[in-house]
T-cell receptor, first 115, second 109 residues
Framework: NAGVTQTPKFRILKIGQSMTLQCAQD?????MYWYRQDPGMGLKLIYY???????DKGEVPNGYNVSRSTTEDFPLRLELAAPSQTSVYFC??????????????FGSGTRLTVV | DQQVKQNSPSLSVQEGRISILNCDYT??????FLWYKKYPAEGPTFLIS?????DKNEDGRFTVFLNKSAKHLSLHIVPSQPGDSAVYFC????????FGAGTRLTVKP
């Protein structure tokens, strides 16, 4: 009963490097999301997906890319890492139906530091 | 544009007493409001929600109140327990979810 699994848990990147944050869910949820949380701030939506092959930008998409080739996986790609991308990244999924909201299931997060 | 605000970064209460966490919002189009709880090194977990057409929802020790005219919601925890110590996020849903910055609740034995 894994829920939402994020890897890695921690990563230090040098400026200009690239990496992919992995996210997988086993609940057959059609909606998946990537959020970032900066200190003292709420979670901000980076990208989301409403199903395989469909992705869209959230509030803070610059510097990131996503893909959704399967229902289960929703990787987040950072190209040319910058110190401003130092944050905790959370992946979430949901199967919400407008009219009855179950809330999101979150992964445990990836703490990324760009130096 | 912070549409969901939690103005108290921290709250400390005694075990057995009531904890009241507050949240204000600016967009009257939000249709659902939720509270999430987060322990260190874990992701947020869904706690309770309320539809915009209701003014109260209760689940065990947790009750959420919604005052639409004031654009304000609150989470009441009664009685508070040390295990409730966590960061609580308020969230509001339209097409996506908007989160407040969180309130750290400490329940002292």
């Amino acid at each position: 009963n894994a829920g939402v699994t994020q890897t890695p848990k921690f990563r230090i990147l040098k400026i200009g490097q690239s990496m992919t944050l992995q996210c997988a869910q086993d609940m057959n949820h059609n909606y998946m999301y990537w959020y970032r949380q900066d200190p003292g701030m709420g979670l901000k939506l980076i990208y989301y997906s409403v199903g395989a092959g469909i992705t869209d930008k959230g509030e803070v998409p610059n510097g990131y890319n996503v893909s959704r080739s399967t229902t289960e996986d929703f990787p987040l790609r950072l190209e040319l890492a910058a110190p401003s991308q130092t944050s905790v990244y959370f992946c979430a999924s949901s199967s919400f139906n407008r009219g009855f909201n179950y809330g999101y299931t979150f992964g445990s997060g990836t703490r990324l530091t760009v130096v | 544009d912070q549409q969901v605000k939690q103005n108290s970064p921290s709250l400390s209460v005694q075990e057995g007493r009531i904890s009241i966490l507050n949240c204000d919002y600016t967009n009257s189009m939000f249709d659902y409001f939720l509270w999430y709880k987060k322990y260190p090194a874990e992701g947020p977990t869904f706690l309770i929600s309320i539809s915009s057409i209701k003014d109260k929802n209760e689940d065990g020790r947790f009750t959420v109140f919604l005052n639409k005219s004031a654009k304000h919601l609150s989470l009441h925890i009664v009685p508070s327990q040390p295990g409730d110590s966590a960061v609580y996020f308020c969230a509001a849903r339209l097409d996506d979810m908007r989160f407040g910055a969180g309130t750290r609740l400490t329940v002292k034995p």
